[in-house]
């Protein structure tokens, strides 16, 4: 089967850390771009950033909110995607959705595939 | 960044109606503007890629378009039949440029 998965999430303190993981099935991840997209309670969606392809070195990019702040990374082996958050304000409570992202040499510029999400809460 | 404004916020309509929400970019996206469906408490799901690309599986009750002015700023998701399943908040999602923006969602209700 074809999906996402998402863990990690909990509660952390302001400035604290947390690592995301999104373990993918059914397809090999370092083919596509994928990204993190977030959603605050109640709120509507935002992109958080974004891995490129092997094609395109996985070359990362991140919104201006949490760039410096945020990595991600991969680990192929695992077919897994990773976001790391450093540096957690109360503004970065969130559910993360990790979706799936373009390929190069394509138009497939959409999320076609997305996980179910962890909630990220950072509070004292 | 593009700004993607979508209207209206919210509305309620009657099983069987035409339903249509509109989303404006700030400065265009060509074609490259998407649509997804998030129902209470689940994950987004995309219904309709590239302006008027029907995904694979979704009614084609929904469909999208953009102005035939090709300015690549006002687009415009329809569902030409409500559904009780339609409930849900609709996104739309420009994919032109970097950071990728979404509208601020447009809530359907059944009346």
């Known amino acids: 089967e074809v999906q996402l998965v998402e863990s990690g999430g909990g509660l952390v303190q302001p400035g604290g850390s947390l690592r995301l993981s999104c373990a993918a099935s059914?397809?090999?991840?370092?083919?596509?771009?994928m990204d993190w997209v977030r959603q605050a309670p109640g709120k509507g969606l935002e992109w958080v950033g974004r891995?490129?392809?092997?094609?395109?070195?996985?070359?990362?990019e991140f919104a201006a909110s949490v760039e410096g702040r945020f990595t991600i990374s991969r680990d192929d082996s695992k077919n897994s995607l990773y976001l790391q958050m450093n540096g957690l304000k109360a503004e970065d409570t969130a559910v993360y959705y990790c979706?799936?992202?373009?390929?190069?040499?394509?138009?497939?510029?959409?999320?076609?595939?997305w996980g179910r999400g962890t909630l990220v809460t950072v509070s004292s | 960044d593009i700004q993607m404004t979508q209207s209206p916020s919210s509305l309620s309509a009657y099983i069987g109606d035409r339903v249509t929400i509109t989303c404006r970019a700030s400065q265009t996206t060509l074609s490259y503007l998407n649509w997804y469906q998030q129902k209470t408490g689940k994950a987004p799901k995309l219904l309709i890629y590239a302006t008027s690309i029907l995904r694979s599986g979704v009614p084609t009750r929904f469909s999208g378009s953009g102005s035939g002015s090709g300015s690549g700023t006002d687009f415009t998701l329809t569902i030409s039949s409500l559904q009780p399943e339609d409930l849900a908040t609709y996104y739309c999602q420009q994919s032109y440029t970097i950071p990728y923006t979404f509208g601020q969602g447009t809530k359907v209700e059944i009346k």
């Open positions: 891995t490129r392809d092997k094609v395109n070195s996985f070359i990362t």
């Open positions: 059914g397809f090999t991840i370092s083919d596509h771009y």
């Open positions: 979706a799936r992202g373009g390929r190069a040499g394509t138009e497939e510029w959409y999320f076609d595939l």
